[in-house]
C-alpha cells in the first residue's frame, strides 16, 4: 500500500479531502505510540525527536515538503496532538484521590517510568505555580510586552523577580493562589486604593482602618439601606404583577359573560320575530 493522498488548499494548514480523518486519526497514533511524553509539552520537545515524529508522517502521506503550509501543517498537527494527549494523561492524574495513589495506579497509555516522570512534574510546586491562576503570574501578563518580548520597564521586570523569587521560599504544601497574593501584597504594596504599579485595573481588599473609618462605615451602611429598598420595590413589582394577572383572569371571565349575555338576547329577538311572523 502506497502513500495516502491529500488535498491541501493554497495557504491552508489541513488537509481538506476524504482522507482527513485518517491523517488526523494516524498523528494521533504516532504521538500515543512513538513520541516521548516526559516534556512538558511540544514546545520542551527537542528538533530531533520533533523530526523523528515529521519523517514518521511523510512516509504515510503526500506532502509537498517544498511548500510552507505543508511543513506547518503537520508540524502544528503533532504538536495539537502532542499536548491533547498530554492533557489527557494529567486528567488520568487528576482521577486518583492522592500523589501516592497515582503513582501506585498508573495507566497503560505510557510506560512505568514515563508516568512516574510525569507525576513527579505534576506534584511539583513549579507546576503548581505554572498552572494555579495568581496575582503574580497576573502582574506578568500585564506588565509583558508581546512585540518587544520583554516586560515593559526593568522596573516591573525586576519586581516580578522578586515576587516569583519569594513564592519559591514558601513551603511546598501552602496554598499557592493565597501565598501568591499574599507576595502580591508585600511587594507592591497599596496606594490611594489601588495596588501599586497595577494602574486602576485591581483594587485590594479595604485594610482592617479603612474598614473602621466612618467614611467606610457610612457607605456600608448606605449599601445595605440600597439592598433593602431594592428587596422592597421587587416585592412591590411582584404584589402589583399579581394584581395585574387577576384583573386580566377577571377582565375575561367580563368579557364571556357579556357575550353569553348578548347571544342569548339574540336568540331571544330571532325566535320572537318568528313566533310574530306566523301569527301573522
Not at 368579557?255 to 306566523?278: A, D, P
Request: some cysteine; overall charge negative.
Amino acid at each position: 500500500m502506497g502513500k495516502i493522498p491529500l488535498v491541501i488548499q493554497d495557504g491552508h494548514r489541513g488537509p481538506s479531502c476524504e482522507n482527513a480523518s485518517i491523517f488526523t486519526g494516524r498523528l494521533t497514533g504516532i504521538i500515543k505510540v512513538h513520541a516521548d511524553m516526559r516534556h512538558a509539552s511540544w514546545s520542551y520537545v527537542p528538533n530531533e525527536e520533533k523530526q523523528e515524529l515529521v519523517d514518521r508522517v511523510r512516509a504515510d502521506f503526500v506532502l509537498d515538503w517544498t511548500r510552507d503550509n505543508h511543513r506547518e501543517m503537520v508540524e502544528r498537527h503533532l504538536g495539537d496532538k502532542y499536548n491533547a494527549y498530554h492533557y489527557a494523561l494529567h486528567k488520568v492524574y487528576l482521577k486518583y484521590a492522592s500523589h501516592e495513589e497515582a503513582l501506585r495506579g498508573g495507566t497503560d497509555m505510557v510506560e512505568k517510568a514515563v508516568w512516574e516522570k510525569l507525576c513527579e512534574r505534576w506534584a511539583s510546586l513549579t507546576f503548581k505555580r505554572e498552572t494555579a491562576p495568581n496575582m503574580v503570574e497576573f502582574y506578568k501578563e500585564t506588565h509583558w510586552s508581546t512585540r518587544k518580548g520583554k516586560f515593559i520597564n526593568a522596573a516591573s521586570e525586576h519586581n516580578y523577580n522578586l515576587m516569583v523569587e519569594r513564592l519559591g521560599e514558601k513551603e511546598s504544601e501552602e496554598d499557592v493562589e493565597e501565598a501568591a497574593d499574599t507576595i502580591f501584597k508585600e511587594v507592591l504594596g497599596k496606594k490611594s486604593g489601588y495596588a501599586v504599579g497595577m494602574g486602576h485595573m485591581v483594587i485590594p481588599d479595604p485594610s482592617p482602618s479603612t474598614k473602621k473609618s466612618r467614611a467606610f462605615i457610612r457607605l456600608s451602611e448606605e449599601n445595605d439601606r440600597n439592598k433593602s429598598d431594592a428587596e422592597m420595590y421587587k416585592s412591590k413589582l411582584d404584589k402589583m404583577m399579581g394584581d395585574i394577572e387577576a384583573l386580566k383572569k377577571n377582565f375575561s371571565k367580563h368579557e364571556k359573560f357579556l357575550l353569553n349575555y348578548r347571544m342569548t338576547e339574540i336568540e331571544g329577538g330571532t325566535e320572537s320575530h318568528r313566533e310574530t311572523h306566523q301569527d301573522a
